[in-house]
């Protein structure tokens, strides 16, 4: 099989007009409607495009501009194709030309135009599983794949036959008008602008409803009238307006003028033009939306948003000059909930990072809905993004990339020491992933006057801006509202975590599922799964557990020795901003393209994180080694700090200053730490000393990883009489323990 750039150089000798379609789809990759009409023989446009989209399928224009018409046979979901075919060529005589195989098991037939004289329109449907392609459209070309499937030639030197006499009669020959009015379809939309087309449509549709045409010919003058648009409306769009006037209107009623039935219900208006001019759908969840398109762009809602809500409001009060009551909106909003749920497709929906095996994309958030596309060969920004973005209110836009640009410039503003950079940009390249892996939580200590607030808000306007940047956290049920509208989790200026709220972050960190409740007034509950990256800052030491201390990344912050007022900080990181965001691409694009091969040794739990930003440091030509020799220190420091945080901990790790080992009951061991005063009087007395068997077993089983971190090992056994025992052991590579002040 050839690759996809020698089929290019294929079609260019051949001189056919091609032009680029989105990786894995059929759809242009061109902005706008009418894509395919850019289509060009120029070997110049051509490689230009294949230079900026590597991975873009090939999209063959067809008609007289490239001397083309295909017999598009489907086999797929029992569309009959096959039988099709046979009677076709029954009656038009052998297909003996060139033919290509299609991913789905289809053919495809490549027959000459007929020429000038002829104007060969494209039939949907013109037989059970057969599509004609001509005048008006393309299909996917060789070189071009979908799901991995490629379409192929059966013999690429075969060639091309006339279009049989017998086909092209079937193919042109006149259809029975229902009234005169046909002859002015072409006449009644050609020029109709973007801003007008679906309008237009609806009042072709009700006219023809008036007339009494019957369903199936409406259909046909309805797509006819479409193509003739500037821009052609799409095929499903009209098809929509068709629907929508047939279901608003009985045949013979419909005025010609009149876009909508006086006295009409507003409950079934509002859901008619829903319909007609919204996709509704699902996500995996049941979770219902509607994409509408604005200025030339899609953009997703929610159905129970207010911004939903509102743009219906506005509509009707444009049609009607009349507000919605309440009961109502919520009718229209039940019905239309039900139909995208129920009716529509399930469609994964993303929140500013999707990712689809190993392509990548990032919502920019900026007016135009653009993304950026990050793949193993490079990074582009696309103005249709081929993945579902929901947005809040209060997201804010990504600052513009630019190429070739500089990750050293972070440190100008992070105040951090450089052995610590390969930390930060391994989290942040991490962030605007959403492969396996856990996100490891972020934490910032230092003194008051070290910039912790100001760090975290940069490092956030370079993965989610948001209006909320910081924010603070008292309860669980906190984090339902706050994974509605951010990316990231970040919270300042902590004082401590609970441990439900430990437990909460490192479930989020690592994407577990977690249950709220639904409503305050019920006992109904609901569980959802909520992976994102998370950024805690604050003064004292945050992190006591070990299972968050095993993920996290704690970073202390040193002192602000040369100062700037906040706006002229703000002023300088928004001139380096764009260069380092482009930097973070490219660390992006390699670790694409070598996280699976890169060989990193003595990896934890965050073996992936690991991997990930081992990879990425080769964009920025930093050594193999240098992320994992600065994860390595960092998480043993972490552990050092939980250890020092925990009473039973402290009072362990000060036993082992003068002794080698214990075995026995936990009850023994704690009363060995109290009599022998490791644990000093007044932390027995508190209430956060524990005092039973179990809690001793649940104390050192949460502290296990930091007790192995300072050298002690520790195990749990059950005897003949299934009573349980701890062994803990100073591992001999560590020697002693130098003494410490406790």
């Not at 970073?555 to 040369?562: A, D, E, G, K």
């Not at 440091?617 to 972490?638: D, H, I, P, Q, V």
């Not at 077993?697 to 192995?708: C, F, P």
Request: charged residues 25%.
């Amino acid at each position: 099989m050839r690759k996809r750039h020698e089929y290019i150089k294929y079609y260019i000798q051949e001189e056919r007009k091609i032009f680029p379609c989105w990786p894995n789809k059929k759809n242009p990759r061109m902005p706008g409607v009418g894509g395919h009409k850019k289509a060009t023989s120029d070997a110049g446009v051509i490689e230009a495009w294949w230079d900026k989209y590597p991975n873009a399928n090939i999209g063959l224009r067809t008609g007289i501009e490239n001397n083309l018409v295909v017999v598009d046979v489907d086999v797929k979901n029992d569309a009959g194709g096959m039988e099709s075919l046979k009677q076709l060529q029954d009656e038009c005589g052998q297909f003996d030309t060139r033919m290509v195989h299609t991913p789905s098991g289809g053919l495809h037939y490549w027959f000459k135009h007929p020429g000038e004289s002829y104007f060969v329109d494209d039939h949907r449907g013109f037989r059970d599983g057969i599509d004609i392609k001509a005048d008006s459209g393309y299909v996917l070309a060789p070189g071009s794949s979908i799901n991995g499937n490629p379409y192929e030639f059966e013999d690429a030197d075969k060639e091309i036959a006339e279009l049989p006499k017998e086909l092209l009669k079937l193919l042109t020959e006149p259809k029975a008008k229902t009234s005169n009015f046909d002859t002015q379809v072409v006449d009644f939309v050609y020029g109709v602008d973007d801003g007008s087309r679906d309008d237009s449509m609806f009042k072709l549709a009700s006219r023809h409803i008036g007339l009494g045409t019957p369903y199936e010919e409406a259909e046909n003058i309805i797509l006819t009238a479409a193509l003739n648009c500037t821009p052609a409306l799409p095929e499903r769009e009209a098809l929509k307006c068709l629907k929508s006037a047939y279901s608003r209107y009985e045949p013979n009623e419909a005025p010609f003028n009149n876009v909508s039935k006086p006295n009409k219900d507003p409950v079934a208006m509002l859901i008619d033009y829903a319909k007609s001019n919204y996709e509704l759908f699902c996500d995996p969840q049941n979770q219902a939306y509607a994409t509408v398109v604005v200025d030339k762009h899609k953009e997703t809602y929610a159905v129970d948003s207010a911004a939903f809500q509102g743009l219906l409001q506005s509509w009707y009060y444009r049609k009607t000059k009349r507000g919605l009551n309440k009961t109502v909106l919520d009718s229209v909003l039940s019905t239309i909930s039900a139909i995208a749920r129920y009716d529509g497709e399930k469609k994964d929906v993303h929140l500013r990072v999707a990712q689809i095996e190993d392509i990548i994309y990032i919502d920019i958030c900026n007016d135009a809905w653009e993304c950026i596309q990050v793949t193993p060969e490079g990074w582009d920004i696309l103005y249709e993004p081929p993945v579902v973005f929901l947005r809040s209110d209060t997201m804010l836009p990504l600052p513009s990339p630019i190429k070739d640009g500089n990750i050293e410039l972070l440190l100008k503003h992070i105040n951090i020491d450089k052995d610590q950079l390969p930390l930060v940009i391994g989290w942040l390249l991490m962030c605007l992933q959403k492969g396996n892996g856990t996100y490891p939580p972020l934490v910032l200590n230092g003194s008051a006057g070290s910039g912790k607030s100001t760090a975290s808000r940069m490092l956030r306007k370079l993965v989610d801006p948001n209006k909320a940047d910081l924010l603070t956290l008292s309860k669980i049920d906190d984090l339902r509202v706050i994974a509605t509208g951010n990316h990231l989790f970040a919270f300042d200026n902590l004082s401590s975590i609970s441990p439900a709220i430990s437990d909460a972050l490192c479930k989020i960190a690592s994407g577990d599922n977690q249950t709220f409740r639904e409503l305050y007034t019920t006992n109904s509950a609901y569980t959802v799964s909520s992976k994102s990256p998370i950024l805690l800052n604050g003064i004292p030491e945050l992190v006591r557990r070990d299972d968050l201390a095993s993920r996290s990344l704690k970073l202390r912050l040193n002192q602000i020795t040369s100062r700037k007022t906040e706006s002229e900080a703000w002023k300088l990181f928004d001139i380096d901003a764009p260069s380092i965001f482009g930097a973070m691409l490219d660390g992006i694009v390699c670790a694409l393209k070598h996280h699976e091969s890169v060989d990193v040794e003595d990896i934890s739990r965050m073996a992936d994180f690991c991997k990930w930003s081992t990879a990425a440091g080769l964009a920025y030509g930093w050594s193999s080694n240098r992320f994992m020799a600065a994860y390595r220190k960092n998480t043993e420091s972490s552990y050092m700090d939980a250890l020092d945080s925990s009473t039973f901990g402290s009072a362990v790790y000060r036993m082992f200053e003068s002794e080698k080992s214990f075995e026995g009951r936990p009850l023994d061991l704690l009363n060995h730490l109290e009599v022998s005063t490791f644990a000093p009087e007044s932390v027995t007395r508190s209430v956060n000393w524990v005092s039973t068997a179990s809690g001793v077993v649940n104390q050192l089983d949460r502290i296990k990883d930091s007790l192995s971190a300072a050298g002690i090992s520790y195990e749990k056994y059950k005897d003949r009489t299934n009573k349980t025992f701890v062994k803990l052991t100073r591992m001999p590579e560590f020697g002693d323990i130098e003494e410490e002040e406790f």
